[in-house]
């Protein structure tokens, strides 16, 4: 099969080519303008979010993780100084009560110089202390130390009775052993030692009664009574009711 021939005219070799027309013009202005709009569109995308040093996404995002670090060293620290603050008060209870233990430790080894060294004074049959701790109301703990150096081959026996003197409704009142015992025969506390010894019991004081000064009396088996005043505000807790 034989091609055909073109139909149109061919330009000749080195010829001139004709201008564009209006139309192309303005179709080749349009491109070029779609050309640089979507140039501009990507460099506007590539700072906004390309991983610049400018880029405020960045800078937040930056901050935000330091923030968190932040917040995270805080936190540490505050929970790192509370556990020395604990410890540290734990110590510090600790050596308060180390100094309560060898502060009565001396004061017993005092106590006991007393009747064992060989400087002590020697005396007889006495009250040397005495406690009373609140139970309710009206119920108290008493606690007597009594104590004897004078004769250090014979035991000292006998009984300990309580009195106590008070007021109430407004008129001076005196309550013995039975009374705080709220029993008529009542016996007293027995006590027997050769150098010291503490004797402790309960009693009651009836609702109303307002106490003012406690009196004991021992009663040895050999020799004459022995009584002791204590002020009601030297033998009870400051804190305690009637204290």
């Known amino acids: 099969m034989t091609e055909s021939a073109p139909t149109g005219p061919t330009p000749a070799p080195g010829a001139a080519v004709p201008p564009p027309t209006p139309g192309m013009r303005w179709m080749l202005g349009a491109i070029a303008l779609v050309l640089v ?7 506007g995308a590539w700072q906004l979010f390309a991983p610049g040093s400018d880029n405020p996404q960045r800078q ?10 932040l917040q995270q ?22 050596l308060a009560e180390r100094d309560e233990e060898i502060a009565a430790l001396r004061a017993d ?51 300990m009775r309580l009195a106590i003197e008070g007021t109430r409704d407004g008129r001076l009142e005196t309550l013995d052993w039975s009374d705080l015992r709220q029993s008529a025969d009542a016996q007293g506390v027995e006590f027997s030692f050769k150098y010291f010894q503490q004797v402790e019991g309960d009693i009651v004081l009836p609702p ?30 400051r804190s305690a009711p009637d204290a």
């Open 37 to 43: 709009s979507l140039l501009f569109g990507f460099w």
């Open 60 to 69: 937040l995002a930056e901050q935000a993780t330091q923030i968190e670090s």
């Open 73 to 94: 060293q805080v936190a540490t620290l505050t929970r790192s100084d509370q556990i020395s603050r604990d410890a540290n008060r734990e110590v510090q209870n600790t």
């Open 109 to 159: 080894v005092a106590f006991y110089e007393r009747f064992v060294g060989s400087t002590a004074q020697r005396r007889g049959l006495t009250v040397h202390e005495l406690r009373l701790q609140p139970r309710t109301d009206q119920g108290w703990h008493y606690t007597a130390t009594l104590t004897q150096s004078l004769n250090r081959d014979a035991a000292s026996t006998g009984e």
């Open 208 to 237: 109303g009664f307002q106490p003012l000064r406690v009196t004991v009396r021992l009663a040895p088996q050999r020799g004459s009574a022995v009584e002791r005043a204590f002020s009601w505000a030297d033998v009870t807790p």
